[in-house]
């Protein structure tokens, strides 16, 4: 049996008109026309049982449950079913409330519909009409005072994609010393160094908070992200200050902070990482470093919530373990 979208009014009085007339030949070429003016629709991405419950059907998924609830990477979220820019990633904040929270649209992407209980506003897609959520004002939670609540489930996410451009190629790196608090700190006041951004990698939890990294049981490692020009710096430049920041002797810990996320380790992103970081490392063990680093391949990473990154640089001070010492 063929499924038809709910008529609209226009659509309505059309119907109403063919009934008057008892005319069924006006009225069945009016339904494959409404069918496939529907049918356009079937660029559409195809929509599990889950998402047609949620995304068709105006469902709610369950609290606390959604994989981009405690998401941190910067790039775009696009709505699941069309694949259109909705939110962009600055635009996101913690709220607690067990869904992603934004509190301001990409302009033209969202459309607010009042709900029948007359209490909420609803939040769909402007270009599918699929449904994200609800929207809420007065809440306090930034300066925008607007929080949309949006289900995980509506909506897909594109990651930023690091520019190339033809004069100055970029290139990232990715360190792990202790608190990246003072790895970042060491790191953003070099020459070449273009961004950084501290986060975790290493672990089997996607996603992870700080609190759930803290407990050491998710696998991750404090860990700074690094990008860079190579006709500024070198990689083997960074790496150096890497091991004259911090030591790479201690096994678990940096100092006063002890635990696998405070770990030694660089997340190599090719072949010629690694042999710079095996050469380094080698050279330091000549001289009687016992060196623990692990050097190991880039995983996924992710971003720390906002209030961690460039700490020293916000708060003022300088690191408690992390003090340079030339070591090359």
Known sequence: MLKLSKPNKETIYIINFGLTMK????????????????????????????????????????????????????????CKQCGVELYKSDTKFESNCGWPSFDDEIKGAITRIPDPDGRRTEITCSNCGGHLGHVFKGEHYTSKNTRHCVNSISIDFKPAVIQVNSINHQEVAYFASGCFWGTQYHFQKQEGVISTEVGYMGGSVPNPSYELVCMGNTGHAETLKVVFDPEKTSFETLAKLYFETHDP???????????????????????????????LSDYLKANSVNVVTEIIDAQEFFKADAHHQNYYENKGGSPYCHIYKKKF
Do not use: W
């Not at 047609?52 to 790039?75: A, D, M, Q, R, V």
């Not at 635990?259 to 997340?267: E, I, N, P």
């Open 23 to 78: 005319n069924p030949i006006f009225l069945i070429i009016f339904l494959l026309f409404n069918m496939n003016i529907k049918g356009q629709n079937k660029e559409y991405n195809k929509l599990s049982p889950e998402e047609e419950h949620i995304i068709l059907n105006k469902g709610t998924e369950k609290p606390f449950t959604g994989k981009f609830e405690k998401h941190s990477e910067e790039g775009i979220y696009i």
């Open 249 to 279: 002797s201690q096994l678990n810990r940096q100092g006063p902070d002890i635990g696998t996320q405070y770990r030694s380790a660089v997340f190599c992103t090719n072949s010629q990482q690694k042999e710079t970081i095996q050469k």
